[in-house]
Nanobody, 119 residues
Framework: QVQVVESGGGLVQAGGSLRLSCAAS????????MGWYRQAPGKQRELVAV???????NYVDSVKGRFTISRDNAKNTVYLQMNSLKPEDTAVYYC?????????????WGQGTQVTVSS
């Protein structure tokens, strides 16, 4: 079994900061990319940021310069530091881990954590 658990969401005023964490655990041989996605009410889920095992990162344009993704490979954990938050960042944030298990390659999603930015 594999579990992906996010934490760190909450309510913050515009201009504030939050740090999200996501830990993957279970029968995993290796984790490749780890990423953060978000889904606002009435909108499709979108990629926010992704990081490879080697630390190469990619961001959606709307968060560049404000969000930073990082990971601790030893802990199978990925973080998202969110600064200068805007009301339009309000969404449920999901973590995805692209894993290699003994039976093949699988993507696992967390349950989501709510981020609400008030104006």
């Amino acid at each position: 079994q594999v579990q992906v658990v996010e934490s760190g969401g909450g309510l913050v005023q515009a201009g504030g900061s939050l740090r999200l964490s996501c830990a993957a655990s279970g029968s995993i041989r290796r984790i490749n990319d780890m990423g953060w996605y978000r889904q606002a009410p009435g909108k499709q889920r979108e990629l926010v940021a992704v990081i490879t095992t080697g630390g190469v990162t990619n961001y959606v344009d709307s968060v560049k310069g404000r969000f930073t993704i990082s990971r601790d490979n030893a802990k199978n954990t990925v973080y998202l530091q969110m600064n200068s938050l805007k009301p339009e960042d309000t969404a449920v944030y999901y973590c995805k881990a692209s894993t290699i298990r003994f039976t093949g390659a699988y993507d696992y999603w967390g349950q989501g954590t709510q981020v609400t930015v008030s104006s």
